[in-house]
């Protein structure tokens, strides 16, 4: 998630590291089928620095505290406009602590929708209807008929410049050039996100209107 849009959210976000799979930790690894899985892997992979004590899974049923509407709404959003349909009811990759809400998990986010019948970018009208049935996102239903300021959110797309983006590109390690193309895809996106971050929030409150 890049920096600009992660730090924009009032919710805790676990610190991002690279982290290395060394054989010696590989081998001491107990489940056979686990170090399987490492030996075949990249041996540089994504790791995120554990929360605090306190922080535990969302439940299901349990209600936005007052204090944190404003953050589940932008969660929210941000995941509609990064295309992310992997924070549900029944998968909430959401902890909480009191009023603090720490996102995790975004692998599935930027999916490739080039050839995909019928999707459209978030800034058309009409293309995240499918937001409004409520088992599509763990805060939507919630959120239905809420008040929201997405002043601050849009403020963090427009303050992710080109310049930016390609540092974010410079950033990726060499290990991972064989996800070169799909993270190009996801750059010019977000670029395109930001070109049309106006319609595409007056979208999101569409559909918790």
């Known amino acids: 998630m890049p920096p600009c849009l992660r730090q924009t959210l009032i919710s805790s976000v676990p610190e991002p ?21 490492a030996r075949r892997s990249n041996p540089l992979a994504f790791g995120s620095k554990h929360l605090p004590p306190g922080y535990t899974s969302w439940p299901v049923g349990k209600a936005i505290p007052k204090d944190a509407i404003a953050t589940a709404a ?6 509609a406009l990064i295309v992310n349909e992997d924070r549900r009811t029944i998968n909430p990759n959401c902890l909480f602590s009191g009023a603090s809400l720490a996102i995790y998990d975004h ?19 009409g293309s995240l209807a499918s937001l409004k049935n409520t088992r599509r996102h763990l805060f939507s239903e ?6 929201v300021n997405f002043d601050r959110l849009a403020g963090a797309w427009l303050a992710v410049t080109d310049e930016r983006l390609a540092e974010y590109r410079a950033a990726l390690p060499d290990a991972w050039n064989a996800a070169n193309q799909h993270a190009d895809q996801a750059l010019l996106y977000i670029g395109k996100v930001r070109d049309n971050i106006e319609p595409a929030l007056q979208e999101v409150r569409r559909v918790i209107s």
């Not at 060394?22 to 001491?28: K, R």
Request: hydrophobic residues 55%.
């Open 74 to 79: 932008e969660i929210f959003a941000f995941d």
């Open 17 to 37: 590291f690279l982290v290395a799979l060394e054989p010696e930790f590989i081998a001491g690894l107990p489940d056979e089928t686990v170090a399987a899985i």
């Open 107 to 125: 692998e599935m986010a930027f999916p490739s929708t080039e050839g995909l019948i019928g999707w459209q970018p978030p800034w058309v009208i």
């Open 142 to 147: 919630q959120l239905c008929g809420k008040a």
